[in-house]
């Protein structure tokens, strides 16, 4: 029954916050590892992307409210994530045009689009924060939970219980829906070869008759649709404040070049590896430990590898590690 009771405060705490962070993570590596592998430079403005398309999302969401649109149970913002899908494909659609291309036109060396992304990143913040200001901001209506702790304590009699919020389970399926559809895409239809063909290898590409600003365009697009979806996901599941999706871009880059820069699949197992590591480690294990252990050596302290103000370091330190002795990452990707 201790065990049980151990496994109920591990599966609240650890596992399925951290399999939700993970699916937020992965998302958003998926769409830095398509932009390193399609466009071949590190896209520094996806966190801001992400927060951009959010924003979109957040105040269609607030307009459908006000005039009584509900989901009932599940969140409104899921009617308005196209809306934001499509305002963040413009905006990089059209940076794409004013920015990135005469870049990508001169041949340029990757570090310059490297910097011009991060001017870029702190325009997208800037424009985030006049829009929707600086402060956190929730659009998480209809019901919270799918099942209390409370009502699983019933059920079961056991003195821990699970609850399982609605924004956990949405993040989880939505991803899982999301990332089957890139799949697909990417290996099942004719723009979707195109685009892994111009990665392998761009001059074969267009020799081949392969539309470079096509692949571009339809890249930017992909990059959108998942930079909004994590985007959205991290929101309802945690909150909204635009200079989070900023500190977000060290985890995503790290997920990214965990997994192995340019690897769709390396992209999910780095998210997942990086989420996993972060709660883990700022996880305080006292309680798990008193059911699991004997009462005469369970621990007095909290047993907290460190604390929660450090959970990004978490990511840094992974990524020192994995750049250090194994930079194309795990499913070896290019190096960086």
Known sequence: MDLLNALMVLMNFVVMPATAYGAQLALGALGVTLV???LRFSNFA?????AFGTMVTILFTWALQGIGVSLGPVPTALLALPLGIAGAALMLLGTDRAVYRFYRRQKANPIILVIVSMGVMFIYNGIVRLIVGPDDRRFDDGERFIFTVRDFEAWTGLEEGFGLRTSQAIT???AIVVVAALFWFLNRTRTGKSMRAFSDNEDLALLSGINPERVVAVTWIIVAA???????LYGLDKSFKPFTYFQLLLPIFAAAIVGGLGSPLGAIAGGFVIAFSEVTITYAWKRVLEYALPEAVAPDGLVQLLSTDYKFAVSFMILVIVLLFRPTGLFRGKSV
């Open 46 to 50: 996806h966190g801001d992307s992400m």
């Open 172 to 174: 989880i399926l939505t």
């Open 226 to 232: 998942l930079a909004t979806v994590a985007g959205v």
């Open 36 to 38: 390193y592998g399609i």
